[in-house]
């Protein structure tokens, strides 16, 4: 069946402490997203973007509502069987990437799939094979502050891609790439999830990819529409 629930999200609101006031970043999302689902999230910058994705990836919990991934409750269970989910089955490109400066490029892919669950060799297999897809194989060995943006980018994308996520939840994923390389490395990336029943959800001020997406979500005022 094609049209399974990968990921949804029900009532979901997310709001911040602050000395100056309480900051509601997210009031009453609902989202339901299936498999092959590519959708785009828009809105201006502060709307909350962000916020909706690391609550969606298990990455920051909400101030109520509820996330259930592939059918199991994110935030009913404890930290550890969490990190399983989140480690397992989702994929996740941070907007300033995160990547482990003391690690070179390849340790860096390598070690999502070992964290998933996977051998040494076939972890470090993958994060090759991923690595040089992206045009990645000349700079393996180098470490994060040897790397360009785009080149850090592109990292960051194999690292989430190696596990092989059913949920690929990315922010800005090209926003340090040229046109030709985003529409490259993002036709790999859609071509791979419509094969396999996967769903991506990524983060773009890029109205290109905006209308490459399946379904795009405008996040206003803390709340969703389309
Ligand atoms: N820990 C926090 N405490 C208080 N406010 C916060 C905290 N984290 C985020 N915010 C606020 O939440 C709002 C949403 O932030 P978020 O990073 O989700 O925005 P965004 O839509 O991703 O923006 P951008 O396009 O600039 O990346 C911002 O106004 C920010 O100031
Ligand atoms: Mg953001």
């Known amino acids: 069946m094609r049209d399974e629930i990968l990921l949804e999200a029900c009532g979901l609101c997310k709001s911040y402490p602050h000395p100056g006031g309480v900051v509601d970043v997210l009031r009453d999302v609902d989202l339901t997203v299936r498999e092959g689902e590519v959708l785009a999230v828009v809105g201006r910058s502060g709307a909350g973007k962000s916020t909706l994705l690391h609550v969606l990836g298990g990455l920051e919990a909400p101030s109520a509502g509820t996330v259930t991934l592939l059918g199991q409750a994110l935030w009913e269970g404890g930290e550890t069987a969490r990190a399983r989910l989140r480690a397992r089955h989702v994929g996740f490109v941070f907007q300033s990437h995160h990547l482990l400066p003391d690690f070179d490029a390849l340790e860096n892919v390598a070690l999502a799939g070992l964290i998933a669950g996977l051998d040494p060799a076939e972890a470090e297999a993958q994060a090759r094979g991923w690595l040089e897809r992206f045009g990645m194989a000349h700079r393996i060995t180098h470490h994060p502050v040897e790397l360009s943006g785009g080149e850090c980018a592109r990292v960051a994308l194999a690292r989430a891609l190696v596990p092989s996520p059913a949920v690929l939840l990315a922010d800005e994923p090209t926003g340090n790439l040229d046109r030709q390389q985003a529409d490259r ?23 290109h990819l905006a209308r490459i997406a399946g379904r795009v979500l405008e996040l206003d005022e803390g709340r969703i529409s389309g």
């Open 185 to 207: 490395v993002l036709e790999d990336v859609l071509g791979i999830m419509a094969e396999s029943g996967k769903c991506l959800i990524m983060v773009t001020h890029d109205p």
